[in-house]
């Protein structure tokens, strides 16, 4: 692959709050993620909108469905990092400058969410996994059939990258990109969290009080571009490409309200 495209660290980061780096990245915490995509839904969308975001420090987000874990882990103070819940459902999944993230909202009744929910899903996972193909990693997009051949570990249920559902990413036969969705009113919202390398299993599972067999549980269910590649992927190249293929398959799009 280019030599521009790896790199031996992150690009730098400022400690706190939100700032873009270049004109394809979005430096946040989790917490001006969630609310980015709250504000989104919260008025009729008329045209898609786009964020590409990575995070300055790690964050733990829950799903919808977790509001007991989260309010347990909050009390229970085991980390000092960001506790955020968001609107979607699936597992825990732990932010960082390990991962890089988007936000796609699309009006309600756009052509790319036809046929329903785990269909709106396929061309997202297909893109991820043709841009991944480009940077010399052998990714595919997991088919719903494919995906019933693969038993689930019940262990890693809590986790959003301990488990496996349509069209999300796999590489090596390990996840490499997570896939959730939040339909409204005013539109529907599709995020998507590509692990660029191995994030810190321990601090997940120390925070969520999990044993600590299940870091090696995640270690076996996930792979990262670093590892694939042997080197570290500089997130802005990766950036830029996957902001390129969504304006090739959206069109326009609009950034949205300041993050």
């Known amino acids: 692959m280019p030599a521009a495209a790896l790199a031996p660290t992150a690009v730098a980061r400022p400690p706190r709050g939100a700032a873009p780096v270049g004109t394809a990245l979005t430096v946040a915490r989790a917490s001006t993620e969630q609310a980015w995509n709250s504000r989104q839904l919260a008025a009729p969308i008329t045209v898609p909108r786009v964020r590409v975001w990575t995070y300055p420090a790690p964050g733990v987000v829950f799903g919808c469905a977790q509001a007991a874990l989260h309010g347990e882990t909050a009390r ?17 999944v732990l932010t960082g400058p390990w991962m890089l993230s988007s936000s796609v909202v699309l009006p309600p009744e756009h052509r790319l969410l036809a046929g329903g929910t785990v269909a709106s899903y396929r061309w997202l996972g297909v893109l991820h996994a043709g841009l991944l193909r480009d940077l010399g990693i052998p990714a595919h997009a997991l088919a719903p059939d494919q995906l019933r051949a693969r038993p689930a570990d019940p262990a890693l249920a809590w986790a959003c990258f301990g488990g496996l559902s349509p069209w999300e990413v796999i590489a090596d036969g390990r996840k490499l990109v997570g896939l959730a969705q939040l339909r ?3 539109g529907v919202l599709l995020t998507t969290g590509t692990l660029l390398w191995r994030p810190d299993w321990a601090l997940l599972c120390r925070a969520l009080d999990r044993p600590p067999t299940d870091v090696a549980r995640l270690d076996a269910a996930t792979t990262s571009c670093a590892e694939l590649l042997g080197a570290r992927i500089h997130i802005e190249t990766l950036a830029e490409g ?3 293929m969504l304006a090739d398959v959206l069109g326009d799009f609009a950034e949205g309200a300041a993050a």
């Open 76 to 92: 229970a103070a085991r980390t000092d990092c960001e506790l955020v819940q968001r609107r979607a459902g699936g597992g825990a």
């Open 184 to 186: 409204g009113r005013h």
């Open 242 to 244: 996957l902001r390129q």
